[in-house]
């Protein structure tokens, strides 16, 4: 028998050994558990149980039902249906006519009752683990009339649980990380597994853990399904992931019991427990010396087994450097040591450099006593190459006066060639920089001299930029910046700050301020400013003004008396020199205007105009210009008139009655003759022969240039209109001026109902000679007129 059907048949012998040491208590002793009182008298107790009917339990009065729960063991497959247990009431004396009812959950479909016995049986195969117990409703009935003899008595029915459910790992598989290096008994991780089965009944669902895969690194408690480590000295650089095989079984983990597995992966996280090792211990480079600032010279790599931040390191030079020329800094990317220039060098003073340097982690581990570090060393060879000029000093400051002649040497700038071979230096003035040409340099000695005037009051600074190239190698170029001071000379003289314009009341007081005056110099002396004020000779006993001194740099003017008219004289000029401290001195003579004002008692100034006075009684000088501004408009309104009166083109078209004249148009009415003169425009033909045979057009301005041809003119009568619009389409089509005012239009119906059809001439099949225009006559008075036209058109071509 396989093993399987063995462990299923010992589960139920112990299944049916619970059963029988449940019921036989509940039977023997127990009458009333589980009981239910009927409502019939003088009855006996029934029995509820899988025994059999011979067997008999004390009889207690009015006691309908006596029974204790019953069992089924699950998943129980037999050829039969098993039997649960049997109902049986003291009604039953095998005289009545009796049934039993069953009712409740899985009456009739998982559970079945013989009417006639009260025995129960399980008609399908259970499952504890999708339900554990049904409660069910038990009844005794007539079987002829189906009235109850008693009343309805509740009993459960348990499913009896056997180990058949394997222990599961519902969150496997497990992923989980220690770091490496961990202690023997490090928890890394704990599995969990579950068991269907019941956890009450027997050991079906007792685990016990174990571990299949992945010692002897790893150890699990068999209770708690922790994972630990179980070997010392576990390193991630030798190997960084480990699979660990669990296994749950239940039963207590004895013979005979299911197993569920799951994996765990477990991964070992760095630490920083490897220092940085260079990949050489010595490195060399060869660095030009012309090699820029802040440029890579070379490159130094330092290793780390460790990963992540444990394998950052910096680099630093630690011996060989006094001088600062270099520095190392560590690439983010690559992790290289990156060697840069901090100062330039020179092959002339140093052609070689033996450095130390050094790479150090950045994490520090705790627990270490200190970073992780290592040393390299670096051989450095300064290449020779051809380097441009060196001036003596990166900028140079020089000074001259302003007032300095032409080819005045300002200074000197000086480079040399550092190359061992020593080239000649030419010198040369940027001109970007000198676009006025003020600067000349010689292109030997490098002496910087004046080539126009300087003047510091327009610019006192200017910044040239110097080069210096090597003679044998022009592509060697230095700069120099040269900023040249120009230095003040008393030049300018003092002049007023401003416009001034004074302002004096006729009712001042002697002594009254009329004006407060400063002066301005453009000159920047290094003692400051001083000016002296003075009346010209002319005016020292002005018996008007006078002028003090406020010590400031300023004046006041004064009156000397109060008898100011603006009658007598409305407007006065004050002449007065000032003089600077400059050596030498310089002086101007400036003007101070005053005016004279009538002002209020206040001293606010209301009037200074003389008009005043000069018409009292008149119109005031605003009105004056008002109206002379008017009479001015009017005068240019009347001198645009008549000029464009002038200018108006008069007509060129005298009219006359017997003018014959026709435009060719296209229309749809017959038309009124000549009288009707809306139809079309009767200017056009009129006056053939025009001035000399010449019709001047209306739709653009006459041009006298243009003279018609000779010969372009029709007879002395001017009737042939056909060879006059012959004329006007030939000169039409060769006016270069403007697009043709006569047009012709080919019409060839011109309404219904006309009696005399088409008077279009241009579409007639015949020639002129065969024309006949005596039945225009006929029409009537409209067209008597224009067969007359016609008619002696005829005879003057016989003629």
């Given at each position: ?774 039945y225009l006559r006929e029409w009537g008075p409209r067209f008597r007129r224009l067969g007359e036209l016609y008619s002696v058109g005829e005879s003057d071509r016989e003629t």
């Amino acid at each position: 028998m396989p093993k399987r059907s063995e462990e299923m048949l010992m589960d139920l012998w112990m299944s049916l050994l619970l059963v029988w040491i449940t019921c036989v208590p509940c039977v023997s002793m127990s009458p009333i558990i589980g009981q239910s009182k009927s409502t019939q008298t003088g009855g006996s107790a029934a029995v509820a149980s899988g025994l059999g009917e011979g067997q008999r339990l004390l009889s207690r009065a009015k006691r309908g039902w006596v029974w204790n729960q019953m069992f089924v063991l699950e998943e129980f497959s037999g050829p039969d249906p098993i039997l649960v247990g049997r109902l049986h009431t003291d009604l039953d004396v095998g005289s009545r006519n009796i049934k039993y009812v069953l009712a409740g959950e899985g009456a009739g479909t998982i559970f079945a009752i013989n009417e006639l016995t009260g025995d129960i049986h399980a008609m399908k195969r259970l499952d504890r683990e999708e339900k554990a117990e049904y409660t069910l409703t038990a009844q005794v009935i007539n079987a002829d009339t189906d009235e109850p003899l008693e009343p309805p008595s509740e009993f459960i029915i348990k499913v009896q649980d056997i180990n058949d459910n394997p222990p599961q790992f519902i969150e496997g598989p497990y992923r989980a990380s220690v770091p490496e290096m961990s202690a023997v008994g490090t928890p890394v991780t704990r599995v969990t597994a579950s068991d269907a089965d019941d956890p009450v009944y027997g050991n079906s669902a007792k685990l016990v853990y174990s571990i299949l895969e992945g010692q002897p690194y790893f150890s699990v408690d068999p209770n708690s399904a922790t994972i630990k480590i179980a070997l010392h000295g576990m390193d991630r650089e030798m190997r960084e992931e480990y699979l660990v095989v669990i296994q749950a079984k239940d039963m207590g983990g004895h013979m005979g019991g299911l197993s569920g597995t799951t994996t765990v992966t477990v991964t070992l996280t760095d630490i920083n427990d490897n220092p940085p090792k260079f990949s050489k211990s010595l490195y060399e480079f060869i660095i030009p010396e012309d090699l820029p600032l802040g440029k890579m010279g070379g490159k130094v790599k330092a290793n780390d087994r460790d990963i992540g931040e444990n394998a950052k390191s910096t680099y630093s030079v630690i011996e060989g450097d006094d001088q600062g020329v270099f520095e190392i800094i560590t690439d983010t990317q690559t992790q290289e040591g990156i060697l840069r220039l901090k100062k330039p060098l020179d092959y002339e003073n140093k052609r070689a450099f033996t450095l130390k340097v050094e790479a150090t982690n950045i994490r520090l581990e705790p627990g270490n006593s200190g970073p992780f570090k290592d040393t390299a060393t670096v051989k450095i060879v300064v290449e020779d190459s051809d380097e441009p000029p060196i001036f003596s000093k990166p900028m140079y400051l020089l000074e001259v006066n302003e007032n300095a002649p032409i080819n005045t040497v300002i200074g000197t700038v000086t480079a040399r060639d550092p190359d061992s071979s020593g080239s000649l230096v030419r010198y040369f003035i940027d001109r970007h920089t000198d676009l006025e040409r003020q600067f000349n340099i010689n292109v030997d000695d490098g002496k910087i001299t004046l080539a126009k005037p300087l003047d510091r009051e327009t610019d006192m600074w200017h910044n040239i930029t110097v080069t210096a190239t090597e003679v044998r190698n022009h592509s060697q170029i230095s700069r120099a910046i040269v900023a040249i001071r120009v230095m003040d000379i008393n030049d300018n003289a003092p002049e007023f700050a401003a416009e001034y314009e004074a302002f004096l009341c006729e009712n001042g007081k002697p002594g009254q301020v009329i004006q407060t005056v400063s002066a301005v110099d453009k000159d920047d002396p290094i003692q400051g400013h001083y000016f002296d004020y003075r009346l010209v000779p002319e005016m020292l006993n002005n018996p008007n003004f006078t002028i003090k001194n406020n010590q400031d740099n300023s004046i006041s003017v004064l009156a000397k008396h109060d008898t100011f008219r603006r009658q007598k004289q409305e407007m006065y000029f004050l002449p007065i020199i000032v003089t600077d401290n400059g050596n030498p001195p310089m002086s101007s003579t400036n003007t101070l205007t005053i005016r004279v004002c009538g002002c209020s008692k206040d001293g606010i100034v209301q009037s200074c105009n003389v008009e005043a006075y000069v018409l009292p009684i008149g119109l005031s000088m605003g009105a004056l210009i008002a109206i002379l501004a008017c009479i001015i408009l009017l005068l240019v309104i009347v001198v645009l008139f008549v000029t464009l009166r002038r200018h108006k083109n008069e007509p060129l078209i005298i009219k006359d009655d017997e003018d014959v004249r026709e435009n060719i148009i296209r229309y749809d009415d017959e038309g009124g003759g000549e009288e009707d003169t809306e139809a079309f425009d009767i200017a056009t033909l009129q006056n053939p022969d025009g001035i000399n045979g010449y019709l001047p057009r209306k739709d653009i301005k006459p041009d006298l240039q243009f003279m018609p041809r000779a010969g372009q003119h029709s007879g002395p009568n001017g009737v042939d209109v056909d060879e006059f619009i012959n004329v006007r389409l030939h000169e039409a089509d060769n006016d270069p001026t403007a697009p043709p005012y006569d047009s012709i239009q080919i019409y060839g119906y011109e309404g219904r109902g006309s009696i005399a059809g088409s008077l279009s001439s241009l579409e007639t099949a015949s020639s002129d000679s065969d024309q006949n225009y005596d039945y225009l006559r006929e029409w009537g008075p409209r067209f008597r007129r224009l067969g007359e036209l016609y008619s002696v058109g005829e005879s003057d071509r016989e003629t």
